[in-house]
């Protein structure tokens, strides 16, 4: 019997288990045309998807008037909630998390979403039931400081060493390293393998139904 090496799994939202990067990529464009900040190109934009919205317009655009970010930030916000429920889970994945939970491994969510976003996605796809915890943007510090994984391992009692942390992004990767956890990268969201292997990540995986073979070895 292969010996259990993870107590914890920390799942990142966007483009990890939601293929929500070609929404929020559309959505920030189309809210910079309308503010009327220089135009965006999708790339940059993928680029900074696992960042906090704050930290998100400060990478873009540097320190840009206030009123501005928040106009940004409205715009942004109108235009990804009103196809918030269009967004689709990566297939595999709910059954992913399924048979983790299965397994009595305890499973959360650690994100740059904010609290409402989550919640209302937590309640759309019915995953809600299956993590033990989550940490938002609006109630930590943005990727890639570690408060959201520091403060999940002291909430659900677990040592770093028996945690995993599985994104889509640098942040996800640098964050998980930051609380000196194990991590696992997916390359099937913001970013490419060749982008996410410039941070080393303990594992890199392709597609859903390979990353969720591993898991399962592991739990």
């Known amino acids: 019997m292969a010996v259990k ?43 900074i998807i696992g960042l906090g919205l ?3 317009i400060h990478a873009l655009y540097g320190d840009i008037p206030q ?31 399924a048979a983790l939970a299965h397994r009595g491994c305890k499973q959360a969510v650690a994100t740059g979403k904010g609290r409402r976003g ?3 996605a937590l ?5 809600g039931r299956y993590f033990s915890a989550t940490k938002t ?5 943005s990727k890639p400081h570690p408060q ?5 391992m002291d909430e659900l009692v677990v040592m770093p060493h028996r945690t995993l942390m599985i994104g889509d992004s640098q942040y996800d990767i640098q964050m998980g390293k930051n609380a000196d956890v194990n991590t696992a990268a997916v390359a099937y969201g913001s970013q490419t393998a060749a982008q996410l292997q410039q941070y080393s990540p303990g594992q890199l995986f392709q597609d859903v ?11």
């Open 5 to 47: 090496q993870f107590d914890l799994v920390v799942w990142d939202w966007d483009g990890t288990i939601a293929d929500s990067t070609g929404m929020i990529t559309q959505a920030l464009i189309r809210a910079a045309e309308e503010t009327g900040l220089p135009p965006l190109t999708a790339e940059k934009v993928r680029g």
């Open 54 to 56: 704050r930290e998100s």
């Open 67 to 97: 009123t501005l970010a928040q106009d940004l930030a409205t715009a942004y916000h109108r235009r990804y909630y009103a196809g918030e429920n269009e967004i689709v889970m990566f297939e595999g994945i709910a059954e992913t998390i």
């Open 118 to 120: 989550l919640d209302a």
């Open 123 to 127: 309640a759309n796809t019915g995953l």
């Open 137 to 141: 943007v609006d109630e930590c510090f």
């Open 148 to 152: 959201m994984l520091d403060e999940l």
């Open 209 to 219: 139904a390979t990353l969720r073979q591993w898991l399962l070895e592991q739990v």
